[in-house]
């Protein structure tokens, strides 16, 4: 579900004194977003959304979330009306956050 090696190379990146505000911004920027899903059309804006989404759990490692959201995208490039499951992408998130937060302390324990 986490990709501890592209969270292990963003932290070298930006620094271990850094990390947590990226971390917190991260979550917050695609708390918001996440949470506009559901009200977003395809014919306004949903595959910038999700590209947005996507760029941002890859980022930081949420590889399931990040391949729901890159299978929407080609989705709606291929049929501008296509169905994107947003329960599914809501879902995976909550998921991939929880199991990130939980894991993060453990992964880069001192």
Excluded at 95 to 102: A, E, G, I, K
Aim: glycine share 6%; net charge negative; with cysteine.
């Amino acid at each position: 579900m986490i990709d501890w090696d592209r969270v292990a190379a963003l932290r070298e990146e930006v620094g271990e004194e850094d990390f947590d505000e990226v971390v917190e911004l991260f979550l917050q920027e695609v708390d918001e977003e996440i949470e506009t899903l559901a009200a977003q059309s395809p014919q306004d804006g949903l595959s910038e959304k999700l590209h947005f989404l996507k760029g941002s759990a890859l980022s930081l490692g949420f590889r399931e979330f990040s391949g729901l959201c890159q299978n929407g995208e080609a989705a709606l490039a291929k049929d501008p009306t296509a169905h994107v499951n947003v329960a599914e992408l809501h879902s995976s998130y909550q998921s991939s956050r929880s199991s990130f937060l939980s894991d993060l302390p453990k992964k880069f324990a001192c």
